[in-house]
């Protein structure tokens, strides 16, 4: 039998399969990927084409009162990192996860920095 973690990272892995199989990057319009952790969230702007990451960011090294805070700043370091590097339009991959709390301020800061999607 398996236990409700368990049950709960196939389901997110299942999610994230159907998304996968509808988005991929490419150079004029690159994935944004996002895996969140209980503690921590990575991004990374990804040119599926090329296999090459082209930009990344983390909530490890942010600063900020709570989680969502730190989730909203790294979404805005993100977007300036991928505007110094010419990449304005993405593709968001939520991962498999809802779009709620931390994911949704991280989109939302991405958006305020300058990425369209």
């Known amino acids: 039998m398996k236990s409700v973690s368990e049950k709960k990272q196939i ?3 299942r999610r994230h ?3 996968r199989a509808k988005v991929a990057g490419f150079s004029d319009r690159p994935r944004l990927s996002l895996y969140k952790s209980n503690k921590y969230i990575w991004a990374q702007i990804i040119d599926d084409a090329h296999h090459k990451t082209l930009v ?3 909530t490890k ?3 900020g009162k709570s989680e969502t ?4 700043v790294a979404g805005k370091l993100i977007a300036e990192r991928a505007r110094d590097k010419g990449i304005k339009k993405i593709v968001f991959d939520r991962g498999g996860f809802i779009y709620t709390g931390r994911v949704r ?3 939302e800061g991405a958006r ?3 990425l369209s999607f």
Not at 69 to 72: G, L, M, T, Y
Request: hydrophobic share 30%; charged share 25%.
């Open 69 to 72: 805070e730190k989730a909203h």
């Open 105 to 107: 301020a991280f989109a």
């Open 11 to 13: 389901q997110r892995t």
């Open 56 to 58: 990344s960011s983390t």
């Open 112 to 114: 305020e920095g300058g």
């Open 17 to 19: 399969a159907r998304i």
């Open 61 to 63: 090294n942010v600063k």
